[in-house]
Nanobody, 122 residues
């Protein structure tokens, strides 16, 4: 059973920084992209950033230049360094990973963490 566990959320003032971490556990054959999504109250979940197994990165325009995603393939972890935080970054942040758990899997399946709250006060 694949599980994703996030940590590092919290309350920070405008302009502050937080570092989110996500650890994947369980039996896997391959892990493709890993990423972070967020969902603010009353809004749809949106991509913040993702990173391929080859470490190619993709960012939402709203976080470019402020957030940095990284991963450690040996430890099956993904991190999100968030700097210059703004009140509009307030949301629940979810870790995501595309995983194959069996050689019979044709496609990668999406797994999600339980989410971690990030609150930026003005």
């Amino acid at each position: 059973q694949v599980q994703l566990v996030e940590s590092g959320g919290g309350l920070v003032q405008t302009g502050g920084s937080l570092r989110l971490s996500c650890a994947l556990s369980g039996s896997t054959i391959a892990i493709n992209a890993m990423g972070w999504y967020r969902q603010a109250p009353g809004k749809q979940r949106e991509l913040v950033a993702d990173i391929s197994s080859g470490r190619s990165t993709n960012y939402a325009d709203s976080v470019k230049g402020r957030f940095t995603i990284s991963r450690d393939n040996a430890k099956n972890t993904v991190h999100l360094q968030m700097n210059s935080l703004k009140p509009e970054d307030t949301a629940v942040y979810f870790c995501n990973a595309a995983v194959r758990t069996s050689y019979s899997d044709v496609y990668y399946r999406d797994y999600w963490g339980q989410g971690t709250q990030v609150t930026v006060s003005s």
